[in-house]
């Protein structure tokens, strides 16, 4: 009763941070119909100073630790990231109305990491007192772009093989309808007449393309460059100087934005199948959940620190909202962007930022007493 009792507690009280506040500040406007309008321009500063300051503290943190510590959780990451995409391919693409390419592009969007969402998690510890390793940060990538590889990569492959069973189906009815066939010549199964006819080669999904596309994002970028600075030069002065101090003020502007467009963003869901709604409510959970577990392993058996268990579990909760979208336009092109991104930014987001971060910030201190 004590766990409950503390956990419900470090809930409600973490649901009046001012990073929460101001995501609700600005769904509520929204509602209201506010013409507030932040330039697109100033976010995209804002967006790239959070993560370059995300970056730096990381990359400052790795030079100044020892990198085995970051093996395991960054392993986690991986596994997570891949296994998000492979959760929404064999559950949401199993519903009713839902797409299997719109899933697995779902699956991979809510694989991938959002920037913002990690820079309130971050911010929420630090609030909280809760110590964590300042390089968990720098898990942003062996998160983010596994997932968006991995669902571009079974997208395609699904789109093929759909495509050589159409094409196997239509062409074989017509060289049996229309041509004359020496009698034991022709392919008596699918799989024999498709192995005559399509060099298996051509059907091959290239890889380092989509890592490529993924490491140019805007979000990736700006985090590996402080990431860079910080573990190669020495940009302490510039960092405490500026960068950690207009931190906590650049990202409540960014939530005050995010929650305008997340309300802005609902009526998309309107246009596809409403398991993406109880998909978008449920899925964060469970992805921080499994992050959580594992994280709670390397706890234990690496002394990861219970606010790194949170970060990884907030990063997992979390669904990309920069360089994702974009990645998965350009990889799997036929995918509605109403779906996945409407899912993403119109409930995930706001899940994961208003819901996940407080959970599991409340578990975390739950357990570790």
Not at 150 to 172: F, H, P, Q
Request: charged share 15%; with cysteine; net charge neutral.
């Amino acid at each position: 009763m004590d766990f409950v009792s503390l956990f419900i507690t470090d809930f409600i009280a973490q649901l009046q941070s001012p990073t929460l506040a101001f995501l609700i500040g600005g769904m509520i406007i929204a509602a209201l119909g506010s013409e507030l309008v932040i330039p697109e321009s100033i976010c995209t500063i804002i967006v790239f100073m959070l993560l370059t300051k995300i970056g730096l503290t990381g990359g400052i943190a790795i030079r100044n630790s020892n990198l085995l510590d970051m093996v395991l959780p960054a392993l986690f990451a991986v596994i997570t990231g891949i296994g998000v995409v492979f959760i929404a391919r064999y559950t949401l693409a199993k519903l009713p109305k839902v797409r299997t390419v719109d899933a697995i592009a779902t699956g991979g969007l809510f694989g991938a990491v959002s920037g913002s969402t990690m820079a309130a998690g971050l911010t929420v510890l630090e609030e909280q007192k809760i110590p964590f390793e300042a390089w968990t940060g720098a898990l942003y990538p062996f998160m983010d772009i596994p997932a968006l590889v991995t669902a571009i990569v079974v997208a395609n492959i699904y789109l093929n093989k759909r495509k050589l069973k159409e094409s196997g189906d239509s062409a074989m009815q017509e060289s049996f309808s229309k041509q004359a066939v020496a009698a034991g010549d022709y392919p008596t199964t699918r799989q024999e007449y498709l192995s005559q006819q399509k060099d298996p080669g051509e059907n091959k999904v290239k890889i380092w393309p989509i890592i490529e596309e993924s490491l140019r994002g805007p979000a990736l970028s700006a985090m590996l460059l402080g990431l860079a600075l910080g573990l190669f030069t020495q940009p302490e002065s510039v960092y405490k100087s500026f960068y950690d101090p207009a931190f906590r003020g650049l990202l409540s502007i960014l939530m005050l934005v995010m929650g305008m467009e997340a309300w802005s963003r609902v009526g998309e869901l309107r246009k596809v199948a409403q398991w993406y709604v109880v998909y978008s409510v449920i899925a964060p959970f469970i992805h921080g959940l499994i992050a959580f577990g594992l994280g709670m392993i390397a706890h234990y058996t690496m002394n990861f620190s219970m606010g790194g268990v949170v970060v990884l579990a907030v990063i997992a909760s979390s669904s990309s909202d920069i360089s994702g979208p974009p990645t998965l336009r350009a990889g799997i092109p036929s995918a509605n962007p109403s779906a996945y991104i409407g899912a993403s930014t119109a409930i995930g987001t706001p899940v994961a930022i208003g819901l996940c971060i407080p959970f599991f910030v409340g578990l975390a201190q739950a357990i570790g007493g």
